[in-house]
C-alpha cells in the first residue's frame, strides 16, 4: 500500500468543504487516509455508525474529491481499526436499523428546551429500562421540530451501550414496503419473525399507517406480539393517535395506552442554542448577534434553522465573507445594504435601533430576562413595532422571542403611558424614532 500525501486530508477536507459545503461535518477531521492500493484509496474511520453514514451518504462526495484533489482515478473505501489488526476478517456489522443512523442526530446534539424536555426525559428513560418505563412511547410534533432526531438518539443509545438487545428502527413506510413484499413473494413468515423477534422497535411517521387496511391489520398484530412479550415500541408521528386520519380504532387504543408527548416549537432560547449547536455541527462559529437574530428570524422549524446556517456556511467558505450581521441577513433574502432605505422600518430596524440605544445584546432582547434594564427597551420595541409594521400582535411577540399577543398588547399600553407620564421616556422615544426614520419624519409622528 503506498503512503498518501501528509497533505492529502486536509486537501480533502478543504474540497468537500468549498464544494459539498452542506455535506461537511466537524467530525470530518478525525478521519485518515492510510494509503492508496490498486487504485483505492483507504480512509480510518473511528466509529462503525460514522462508516456506515459515511458508506451510505457520502462516499460518492469523498470520491470525487479524491478525484480532485490527487489527480488521478481513484476508488474509495472506508475500514475500521479492527480491519487493520485483522485484514482477513471483515469488521462485525450491526444490521439494526432499515434507516441509516446520522451521526448528527444523538442525545449528544439534541438540544433541549422546554418545548421537548419530556419527550427527551422519556426517550432516555425508555433506554434505560426498555419495555418497563414508557410502553409505548409516542412522540409527535409537526416537521422539523426533532422527532426523528429522539428516535435516531434512542437508537445510537442502544446501538452504544446494549448489544445484546435486538433492536430496529425504520419507517412505516418501510414497513408497509416489506410487508407488501412478503405477500408477493409469500415470505409473511419471515417478515413477521424479522419485526416480531426484537426487543425494541423504532418506527418513524406511524401516520402513514392511515387508510392502508392490510398494513394495518398487519402491524395491529406485530404490535400485540411485541408489546404483550414486554417489548418497548416507539413511535412518531406528525399528529396524535386521535387525529391520524383512517386509523382504526383499535390501533388509536393501542397507541394511547402509554405515554403520548408532543414535541412543540422552541421558545427563542432554544433556537439561539439550537442555532450554535449546529453551526458547531458544521465546523464553525456564530457571534451572539448573528445567533440570536437568526433565531428570531426563523422560527419555523429546525430545518429551516439548519438551511439559514448552510446559506451561511457557504457564503462564508465560497465568497470568503466574515460571519457577520449583515451576512446572514443576506443569507435568509434581506439584501439591503446597496437599496435606498425604506421610510418604514422592518422589525428588525427597530430591533437594531434598540439594541444599538440601550447596549444590549440581541440575545437579551429577545430573551426571558425581566431585568428594567432589558424589559423597557424590549416593551419599546413592541410600541415600535406596533406602530410603524403591518405586524400583528402575534407576529410580534414571535419576533421578540416568542411572547403571545397578551404580552404585547401590554408593552404597547405600558409604552403608551409612561411615554406621556415620563418627559425622559419620551426623549428616548424620539431619539429611537430618529434613528428609524430620520429627523423631519420623526417630528412629525411625534
Not at 445484546?164 to 418501510?174: A, G, I, K, S
Not at 462559529?285 to 448573528?290: I, T
Not at 419555523?300 to 439548519?306: A, C, V, Y
Request: net charge negative; glycine share 6%.
Amino acid at each position: 500500500m503506498t503512503r498518501p500525501d501528509p497533505q492529502l486530508k486536509e486537501r480533502l477536507l478543504d474540497f468537500i468543504r468549498n464544494n459539498h459545503t452542506p455535506m461537511y461535518r466537524q467530525w470530518f477531521v478525525e478521519l485518515e487516509p492510510i494509503g492508496v492500493d490498486g487504485g483505492v484509496l483507504t480512509i480510518l474511520v473511528k466509529q462503525d455508525v460514522h462508516r456506515r453514514y459515511l458508506e451510505n451518504k457520502a462516499i460518492d462526495t469523498f470520491q470525487e474529491a479524491a478525484q480532485a484533489v490527487t489527480g488521478r482515478l481513484l476508488g474509495l473505501k472506508f475500514i475500521e481499526e479492527s480491519e487493520l489488526e485483522s485484514p482477513l476478517l471483515p469488521a462485525p456489522r450491526a444490521d439494526r436499523e432499515a434507516v441509516v443512523l446520522s451521526p448528527d442526530l444523538t442525545f449528544d446534539q439534541f438540544v433541549v428546551g422546554s418545548n421537548n424536555q419530556l419527550a427527551n426525559a422519556a426517550s432516555v428513560a425508555v433506554c434505560d429500562r426498555p419495555g418497563r418505563s414508557y410502553n409505548p412511547l409516542f412522540i409527535y410534533a409537526n416537521v422539523g421540530l426533532g422527532k426523528t432526531h429522539l428516535l435516531q438518539s434512542i437508537a445510537h443509545r442502544l446501538n452504544d451501550a446494549s448489544s445484546h438487545l435486538r433492536w430496529m428502527l425504520t419507517t412505516c413506510e418501510e414497513f408497509s414496503s416489506s410487508f407488501q413484499e412478503a405477500l408477493i413473494h409469500q415470505n409473511i413468515s419471515d417478515f413477521r419473525a424479522r419485526y416480531r423477534d426484537l426487543d425494541v422497535l423504532l418506527i418513524d411517521d406511524i401516520q402513514e399507517l392511515g387508510g392502508k387496511e392490510k398494513v394495518q391489520e398487519e402491524f395491529f398484530h406485530t404490535f400485540n406480539a411485541l408489546h404483550q412479550a414486554g417489548k418497548q415500541i416507539v413511535l412518531t408521528a406528525n399528529a396524535s393517535p386521535t387525529d391520524i386520519p383512517q386509523l382504526e380504532e383499535r390501533l388509536v387504543s393501542r397507541f394511547s395506552s402509554g405515554l403520548v408527548t408532543r414535541v412543540e416549537p422552541p421558545e427563542f432560547e432554544t433556537r439561539v442554542a439550537i442555532v450554535h449547536q449546529k453551526a458547531r455541527l458544521h465546523g464553525f462559529q456564530l457571534s451572539e448577534n448573528v445567533a440570536a437574530f437568526l433565531a428570531a428570524r426563523v422560527d419555523g422549524n429546525i430545518r429551516e434553522l439548519e438551511g439559514a446556517l448552510t446559506r451561511i456556511h457557504s457564503l462564508h467558505v465560497l465568497q470568503e465573507l466574515p460571519i457577520t450581521l449583515d451576512l446572514a441577513k443576506i443569507a435568509i433574502g434581506i439584501d439591503d445594504g446597496d437599496a435606498p432605505r425604506s421610510s418604514t422600518p422592518s422589525i428588525q430596524d427597530i430591533m437594531d435601533a434598540i439594541s444599538h440605544y440601550y447596549d444590549l445584546k440581541l440575545t437579551d432582547l429577545l430573551s426571558r430576562r425581566r431585568h428594567k434594564s432589558v424589559a423597557m427597551p424590549r416593551q419599546l420595541g413592541m410600541w415600535l413595532a406596533r406602530r410603524y409594521t403591518r405586524y400583528s400582535l402575534e407576529e410580534i411577540g414571535s419576533y421578540f422571542g416568542g411572547r403571545d399577543h397578551t404580552t404585547v398588547m401590554h408593552a404597547v399600553k405600558a409604552v403608551t403611558k409612561r411615554r406621556e407620564e415620563d418627559e425622559m421616556v419620551a426623549n428616548e422615544v424620539q431619539t429611537i424614532e430618529r434613528m428609524l426614520l430620520g429627523d423631519q419624519e420623526s417630528e412629525h409622528a411625534a
